[in-house]
């Protein structure tokens, strides 16, 4: 069995993205401190700018805080607040029961 790197396995999935008509952009251009930025960290996963004008792009007829709304439900924003220590132990315990998990949506707004 042959092992790919993790280079290879990149490289074949950047080809098969560009392949279906993405454009691949590099971190030295849209990174932190590339010529156009368009997050402020790496931690940032999401390009938020991105994603908005493809939301608007794609539900032109959607007031814009109902895109806002859903883009916020979508994006790591809310995770901080799923993490924190009033997570039911059923959450985290691997045997979560329903109401448990549903009194934990209902109280963050999910």
Same mark, same amino acid.
Do not use: C, W
């Given at each position: ?51 908005? @004008?493809?939301? $608007?792009? =794609?539900?032109?007829? *959607? /007031? ?5 709304? #859903?883009? +916020?439900?979508?994006?790591?924003? @809310?995770?901080? $607040?799923? =993490?924190?220590?009033? *997570? /039911? ?5 691997? #045997?979560? +029961? ?13």
């Amino acid at each position: 069995m042959a092992f790919l790197s993790e280079a290879e396995i990149e490289s074949a999935l950047l080809d098969q993205l560009h392949g279906l008509g993405y454009r691949i952009e590099r971190e030295e251009d849209i990174g932190p401190d590339g010529h156009r930025p368009e997050r402020e960290s790496h931690n940032e996963v999401v390009l938020r700018r991105r994603v908005e @004008d493809a939301v $608007a792009r =794609l539900n032109p007829g *959607v /007031p814009p805080e109902a895109r806002q709304d #859903a883009i +916020r439900k979508v994006t790591p924003s @809310d995770l901080p $607040a799923l =993490l924190d220590v009033h *997570v /039911p132990h059923g959450l985290i315990s691997g #045997a979560p +029961r329903i109401a448990d998990a549903q009194a934990f949506l209902k109280e963050r707004g999910l």
